[in-house]
């Protein structure tokens, strides 16, 4: 599973993911890509977070798009996911909270 972030870190913001059960889902990439104007003043890109299913159970990914030397609560976008991964460690479903 892959989730995908709009992510612009020359304004200070960034996606930062909250601890979840990593028995359940492995984060198997964390990265950012810059978009193809990189080097244009204001330029962003994308954040690609990739899972894959450990073990039977649910789990919720939180991220959070803040300035990293605030606070958490100062964040301008939350996103959750809700999990169900099955016995054979297949994602079967994802629910999508977003608070902005």
């Known amino acids: 599973m892959e989730i995908v972030l709009k992510e612009n870190p020359t304004t200070g913001y960034s996606w930062t993911m909250d601890d979840f059960d990593t028995t359940v889902l492995q984060l198997e990439k964390d990265e950012y890509s810059a978009s193809p104007t990189e080097g244009t003043v204001g330029s962003g890109g994308t954040h690609l977070y990739r899972f894959t299913g450990q073990k039977e ?43 902005v």
């Open 57 to 99: 159970g649910n789990v919720t990914l939180t991220f959070r798009y803040y300035r990293n030397w605030e606070s958490k609560d100062t964040a301008i976008e939350v996103r959750s996911y809700s999990i169900f991964v099955s016995d054979n460690g297949k994602i079967q479903s994802v629910d999508v909270k977003n608070k």
